[in-house]
């Protein structure tokens, strides 16, 4: 599995970092994918912060 963030769109509220910091880190006001690809026990959190992102700007592969 793999998580895209696009930045345009990321807001730096920081939710999906407090969701799953093993994959999302907070750099410069955005979110990054801190893992390519998502380790399989972080993928159920990933795909939580990833439908809790409130201007849906992460995408799962
Ligand atoms: S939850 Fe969405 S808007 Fe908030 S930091 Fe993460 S990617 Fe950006």
Request: charged share 30%.
């Amino acid at each position: 599995m793999r998580a895209m963030v696009d930045e345009e769109t990321c807001t730096g509220c920081g939710l999906c970092a407090d969701i799953c910091p093993e994959v999302f880190v907070l750099q410069d006001d955005k979110a990054q994918v801190a893992q390519d690809p998502v380790p399989a026990d972080s993928e159920e959190d990933c795909r939580e912060a990833a439908e809790s992102c409130p201007v849906e700007a992460i995408q799962i592969s």
